[in-house]
């Protein structure tokens, strides 16, 4: 039996990519000075949204999708999935903390983030696949001359 790596590293970067949103959301808001401000929200969020967005993920099987093939159904995926985590993390940070030092802008900036993270690189190795069977591509496959994509 072979174990397939490929859907597990998709889901590590998602994954990862929740705490990345939400920090760069921190930073786009706050800017970089914000960082005394905030730097113990940075943990707290990472602790809750690593297990949450991990659950999300799976359950929804954002990493069964192969990127190169990735539709308008799996985009609608990303954005309910990021909906989820997003919403159900700060939830979460509420009961903990109240989110004094938050501000109510974050979880917007964060929301962007995080579905321009998920999405952006299946977009951009899709857009490169489609370009590689371009037409042009492909009549140069057949008339046997080297192309661009081989």
């Excluded at 590293?9 to 914000?34: K, N, T």
């Excluded at 991990?54 to 190169?68: E, P």
Aim: proline share 5%.
């Amino acid at each position: 039996m072979r174990l397939r790596f490929k859907p597990y590293m998709s889901l590590a970067w998602d994954v990862a990519a929740a705490p990345m949103a939400f920090i760069g959301a921190m930073i786009l808001r706050y800017g970089l000075g914000g960082y005394e401000i905030t730097s113990h929200m940075w943990l707290e969020a990472t602790l809750v949204l690593v297990p949450l967005s991990l659950v999300v993920f799976a359950l929804l099987g954002l990493h069964r999708a192969v990127w190169r093939y990735v539709s308008m159904r799996d985009l609608v995926k990303i954005l309910q999935a990021t909906a989820i985590v997003v919403l159900f993390s700060y939830l979460v940070l509420f009961a903990y903390n109240r989110l004094d030092t938050l501000p109510r802008t974050v979880p917007f900036i964060n929301y962007i983030l995080l579905v321009a993270l998920l999405a952006g690189p299946r977009l951009m190795l899709r857009l490169r696949v489609e370009a590689d069977l371009a037409p042009s591509a492909w009549h140069a496959r057949r008339a046997g001359r080297p192309c661009r994509c081989c």
